[in-house]
């Protein structure tokens, strides 16, 4: 069964992958939780979190770097599941990336881009807006791939500088001085339990770290680049998260941060008030500019990579023929179907909703992933593992399983949702074994 992507040849170069990274995990994950965590932890707390969520994404990074270094091939965790585990563990990943792995991130982004375009120009609709980005980016990465790559590669270049600008601005002349505030609900004792729970969103902030394994078949040297570009674009973002994250606290109060709770309806957002009350109205919206093309990049970046996954399930037999890549050309079906689930989601789900659920699906599709690596350590006609990936591999299942219980503990809506994902996977998968079966008989 040969999982390999016959989209051209390779065009992906190592900076390039390293701006994919990039590109997947700054979205409005960053931009948004530090106002729900104000509210429960303080500023010590809050930069210690986002320590340990970069901790946890570079030790998945390499771990997935010493899989890709072995397997070379597009596809993910669905690719990756199924050579080393088992294809109905694959099915499953595949089904997790096309629902909660691609879709929600898109719906979140497309609400933020929305919100920060209704305080440029108020009356406007946050989720018509987020719609039409949506469908115009679908329709530039469903029809040619050179445009695709170059549109890609233009959006990291634009929000680089914006970001960077952004956080020079923020240093400049925010404040300097140690935050003081305290968190209105703020528990007794060290907050271990709310330091684990908010991992969620730290983990959907850090959600693309992994990015480059999807298209690791279009990279020049994929098994040299994908885990140099993994674990690049990881520890840069993370970089620029403790720094964004620092600017917010030391300029953020919890009664400002409390517009996080109300954004479904104002649409103000937290980097808007922040900049706002720092240097006036005008900062503001230069805040909201800069935001609004981070997200953009952030959706355009998950368009272009989810759909690679969905065309080698497609290949593979588990999803319809029609999600397949053909020609030389960009999956034109997975494209649209990831699009549609997105879409869905920006007119039907809150933002709290998703993100939990798509993260709690993402921290068990990548702790079983991240354990293939032990099964290609045992196997005598796999290339040796080094030691210090095996070390990250088993570090990073294992915060992940505390991760997860923690989430089910806490939410009995997250253990139903999990419940759902598995079940809804376990029958996709039987039900197109069995049609593979048919075919293969009547064949």
Known sequence: MDGSVDLQQPRIHRWSGVGLVVANMVGAGVLLS???????????????????????????????????????????????????????????????????????????????????????????????????VIAVLTLTHALHAPTSTWTQNALVVVKAALLL????????????????????????????????????????AFSGWNAAIYVAGEFKDPRRDVPRAMVAGTLAVGALYLVVNLIFVVNLTPELAKVVFSYEQTRITLAHTVMTHLVGEAGGRFTSVLTLLACVSAMSAMIFVGPRVYAQMAKDGFLPA??????????????????????????????????????????????????????????????????????????????????????????????????????????????????????????
């Open 34 to 132: 530090a106002g729900f965590m104000a509210q429960r932890m303080g500023p010590t707390a809050i930069l210690l979190a986002w320590v340990f969520g970069l901790v946890v994404a570079l030790l998945g990074a390499r771990a997935y770097g010493a899989i890709a270094a072995v397997s070379g091939r597009s596809g993910g965790e669905y690719r990756y599941l199924s050579d080393y585990l088992h294809p109905s563990l694959g099915s499953l990943a595949g089904w997790g990336s096309l629902w909660m792995g691609f879709s929600a991130p898109i719906a979140v982004d497309a609400i933020a881009v929305g919100a920060f375009f209704a305080t440029l120009v108020p009356g406007v609709d946050p989720r018509v807006t987020g719609s039409v």
């Open 322 to 443: 029609a999600l397949q890549a053909s020609d030389g050309r960009p999956p034109l079906g997975s494209v649209l179907l990831q699009s549609a689930l997105a879409l869905a989601m920006v007119w039907t789900q809150s933002i709290l909703d998703v993100v939990r659920g798509a993260s709690l699906v993402m921290m068990v599709c990548t702790a079983l992933t991240a354990a293939c690596l032990f099964v290609i350590a045992r196997r005598p006609d796999q290339p040796r593992v080094p030691k210090d990936a095996l070390v990250a591999a088993g570090l990073f299942v294992a915060a992940q399983v505390v991760l997860v219980v923690i989430g089910a503990q806490q939410s009995r809506l997250l253990s139903i949702e999990l419940a759902v994902f598995v079940a809804v996977g376990a029958v996709a998968y039987a039900a197109t074994r069995r049609q593979r079966r048919l075919g293969d008989a009547r064949a």
């Open 165 to 204: 600008g952004f956080v020079a601005f923020g240093l400049g002349w925010g404040a300097h001085a140690w935050p003081t505030w305290t968190p209105p609900e703020a528990e007794a004792g060290l907050p271990v339990q709310v330091f684990f729970e908010q991992q969620y969103w730290i983990a959907f």
